[in-house]
């Protein structure tokens, strides 16, 4: 069975490895970029994923040097579009069987 960090395991890798290659200047560039974004965000009050700002900077700098790999974004915009229709679909169906059973 899996565990929650075997699921963190696996972003983490995905992250760092399997969108763009990058080397220790590009990484910090794109780190500092996330951080700088998420700060941003924080004083604003605005809602935003760490993870889904990460992957956005790695995109733009896998796209500035001409290594993204267009799979694994494809695959990550599909999962990020399918979550929360999915997961509305999810809470009514559940909300249905609570009402029926309370």
Same mark, same amino acid.
């Given at each position: ?7 963190? %395991? ?58 993204? %790999?267009?799979?694994?974004? %494809? ?28």
């Amino acid at each position: 069975m899996l565990q929650k960090a075997d699921f963190a %395991r696996r972003v983490g890798e995905t992250m760092s490895h399997r969108i763009t290659s990058l080397n220790e200047g590009q990484a910090l560039a794109s780190n500092s970029v996330t951080a700088a974004l998420v700060l941003a965000a924080s004083l604003f009050a605005l809602p935003v994923s760490m993870t889904h700002v990460a992957v956005g900077s790695l995109a733009g700098l896998g796209l500035s040097i001409g290594e993204t %790999r267009w799979s694994m974004l %494809r695959a990550i915009a599909l999962a990020w579009i399918l979550t929360l229709p999915l997961a509305a679909a999810l809470g009514a169906v559940a909300f249905a069987i609570a009402e029926r059973i309370a």
